[in-house]
């Protein structure tokens, strides 16, 4: 029989929401008097965006993508496709790509080069959380709700296998069993 999994709180739920309240103020500031175009990464971003445009004071449109990375187990080689593409024209637009995790920064290079193609007028990063030591290539968000160096991370969106997503907090998962491929540094 397996053992349960383990979860380790990172960030509690009142810091996070705290977090994404001062990155809606920052992301409103920069953005003030402009329309913007949001655009979330599916599936893991789907929480943090929801609360994230709440906190928004401008004009926000909102639309989403979910792109899949191929790799040998649980580790990205960079190769990665659309699944699911933009329905949104943002040529001439200020767009903001919200993530819940970059890391090797291999996905968001890839968007970024896929929606520079439409010609907007900007587009800038927000992620939940930067993993810079893991970074494979130069991206660099304008917006950071926490540095987390290591870990494996679930809760508020961030899943392993589909679970934990739900969780509203954010914690360091230690499986209760090794599953092939898993690696507690990744993600």
Do not use: W
Not at 42 to 65: E, P, Q, T
Not at 70 to 85: N, P
Not at 106 to 123: D, G, M, Q
Not at 134 to 152: C, E, H, L, N, T
């Amino acid at each position: 029989m397996d053992s349960p999994d383990e979860l380790v709180e990172i960030l509690a739920p009142d810091i996070i929401a705290t977090r994404v309240q001062e990155l809606g103020k920052h992301i409103s500031d920069d953005y003030e008097g402009r329309p913007l175009v949001i655009i979330g990464i599916l599936k893991g971003a789907f929480i943090f965006l929801s609360d994230l445009v709440r906190s928004i004071k401008n004009d926000v449109i909102v639309d989403f993508v979910r792109l899949k990375s191929y790799g040998a187990k649980m580790e990205s080689l960079g190769q990665v496709s659309i699944t699911k593409d933009i329905e949104t024209d943002i040529e001439g637009k200020d767009v903001l790509v919200v993530e819940d995790i970059v890391d090797t920064g291999y996905t968001i290079k890839f968007l970024k080069e896929i929606l520079r193609l439409h010609n907007p007028a900007s587009v800038s990063i927000c992620c939940l959380i930067d993993k810079k030591e893991r970074r494979k290539v130069d991206i660099i968000a304008s917006y950071v709700g926490f540095d987390v160096p290591r870990g494996f991370l679930v809760g508020y969106g961030l899943d392993y296998d589909e679970r934990y997503r739900n969780l509203p907090g954010i914690y360091h998962l230690i499986p209760g069993h090794t599953p092939r491929g898993f690696n507690p540094s990744d993600r």
